[in-house]
């Protein structure tokens, strides 16, 4: 069953459901990617709202140690002062 999410807070443009990738990030400082995440996409922005239910299961599922996934190693780059400028 598809959820039916308000209009985008931020363009007031349309959200629709789709499967999205999601970041995570632990108050540990610990980085947990998810695939498949079921969320509201803004056509216009792109922003990405989650349900309560999702968003409590992504916590949940973040903080899980036993529930094994594949392990990536990302490169983490400090952003120059210079190339804002
Ligand atoms: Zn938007």
Do not use: W
């Not at 209009?7 to 970041?23: I, L, W």
């Not at 632990?26 to 922003?47: H, K, S, Y």
């Amino acid at each position: 069953m598809k959820h039916e999410y308000a209009n985008c807070s931020f363009c007031g443009g349309k959200v629709v459901e789709n499967k999205v990738k999601v970041d995570y990030r632990t108050t540990g400082d610990e980085l947990v990617v998810f695939e498949d995440v079921p969320a509201g996409v803004c056509e216009q922005c792109g922003e990405k709202y989650y349900t309560a239910k999702v968003a409590r299961a992504l916590e949940l599922m973040a903080k899980d140690k036993s529930l094994a996934g594949k392990v990536v190693s990302v490169p983490v780059k400090s952003f120059p002062e210079s190339m804002a400028i």
